[in-house]
């Protein structure tokens, strides 16, 4: 396994630029992502730089990433039938009243092993009195415009400013509605936090101001080690892009272990023979944090349902000695409830999460938008206890029942 240097924060000059020579890059990287229009400039990088940067990668061939599996995608062919569907069902990925939404409170002071669900995968945990930010996407869309595109259905719980303190941003890839350039040009204004990606979703940090000496960017199973938690970056079967070439840059999940606990970050993928490999050579971990919802039978090899969720929070938490330890790690559902990106019911992913898991002895956690989950206790129900409500039935729409 290839190891990078732990992270570093950087020596800014008067001017604002690092004393490494990283700022000439940065300018560069910037001038050709698009200049000063919004539209062009929250696209990212230009595919010539980032192919520059990603060519070397076992993982990047015939211009492209690839998944460990054969991955189907939706084809030009099937685009009518898909605008046909959406139409036909697209009042099903909304609530029908207001989301409740309890405000972000994160303590000063990192804690043992916590979790705070902003909403869609965006989530802040404190991981052995370190603190992460994952996949930051404060934005009211998930698009490279302000007029069009998934539309929050809920406000954010809280604001960027508003974390007290990170010791890394970490991102899965580079799709809009896990990697927002309004979210970070507010993290470079009120952090200048360390960010940790996967290979080329740095050119779109260069690209955005970001200096070279503040971001760390892996290929699947190498690691880096930031205030003591090792991330490794662990692979997925996705695809990713934010322009007009696809899947030029690596998506991944995230396995962070510290001295005295671990979690594991699935970002997105479909149903994968990885998460078994994951479970062999990182896990097992006392937090899953897994995405259950946007499934849709044209993209089921890039999206997981509720069923495949809990089967891959199996696999991460089975180890190369054949220990289960999925009934001792709990899981946090993610990706469903706050942008409408397929056509199944508001609240399916989670109403179907709560039928299959308990059967096979998966402890979920389901808290409000905001609310803090706090897993520093001796028994795993304290920790559920308080976050098991069907808070999404009062806002559901009357077909969106079980």
Request: aromatic letters at 8%; glycine letters at 8%.
């Amino acid at each position: 396994m290839t190891t990078r240097p732990e992270a570093t924060a950087p020596t800014p000059d008067a001017a604002g630029t690092t004393s490494d020579g990283g700022a000439s890059l940065v300018r560069t990287v910037t001038m050709r992502a698009g200049g000063v229009l919004p539209p062009l400039r929250r696209m990212g990088a230009d595919a010539e730089s980032i192919n520059r940067r990603v060519s070397g990668s076992p993982n990047y061939r015939d211009g492209r990433f690839r998944s460990p599996e054969p991955t189907r995608r939706p084809t030009s062919a099937s685009l009518p039938r898909i605008a046909a569907a959406a139409w036909q069902q697209r009042g099903r990925g909304k609530p029908v009243a207001d989301v409740p939404v309890v405000p972000a409170a994160p303590p000063a002071v990192p804690g043992v092993l916590a979790v705070t669900w902003y909403g869609h995968a965006t989530t802040l945990v404190e991981l052995d009195g370190r603190r992460f930010l994952l996949d930051p996407v404060f934005g009211h869309r998930a698009s490279p415009v302000s007029l069009a595109g998934p539309e929050r259905l809920h406000p954010t719980p809280g604001s960027v400013a508003g974390i007290p303190t990170l010791d890394a941003v970490v991102i899965s890839h580079d799709h809009y509605d896990h990697l927002d350039e309004p979210s970070v040009a507010e993290l470079e204004r009120t952090h200048r936090p360390l960010y940790v990606v996967p290979i080329g979703v740095d050119q779109h940090l260069l690209a955005w101001g970001v200096p070279a000496d503040r971001v760390t960017a892996l290929d699947w199973w190498e690691h880096t080690e930031v205030a003591g938690i090792r991330l490794t970056c662990t692979p997925a079967r996705h695809n990713s892009g934010r322009g007009f070439v696809e899947s030029q840059t690596l998506w991944a999940g995230w396995a962070m272990r510290g001295p005295g606990h671990a979690l594991y970050f699935a970002g997105d993928s479909g149903e994968s023979a990885c998460f078994g490999e994951i479970g062999e050579r990182v896990g097992p971990f006392d937090l899953t944090i897994v995405p259950v919802g946007a499934y849709d039978e044209f993209w089921h090899d890039i999206h997981m349902n509720p069923p495949e969720a809990v089967a891959a929070h199996v696999a991460v938490n089975t180890t190369a000695e054949g220990e289960d330890a999925a009934s001792r790690s709990v899981m946090l559902p993610v990706h469903w409830a706050t942008f409408n990106l397929a056509r199944h019911w508001w609240s399916e992913p989670v109403r179907w999460l709560r039928r299959v898991a308990p059967a096979a002895g998966v402890p979920v956690v389901y808290p409000l938008v905001g609310a803090r989950v706090d897993l520093d206790v001796d028994d795993v129900t304290d920790a559920l206890s308080p976050h098991q409500a069907d808070w999404w039935a009062a806002c559901a729409a009357p077909d969106d029942r079980d």
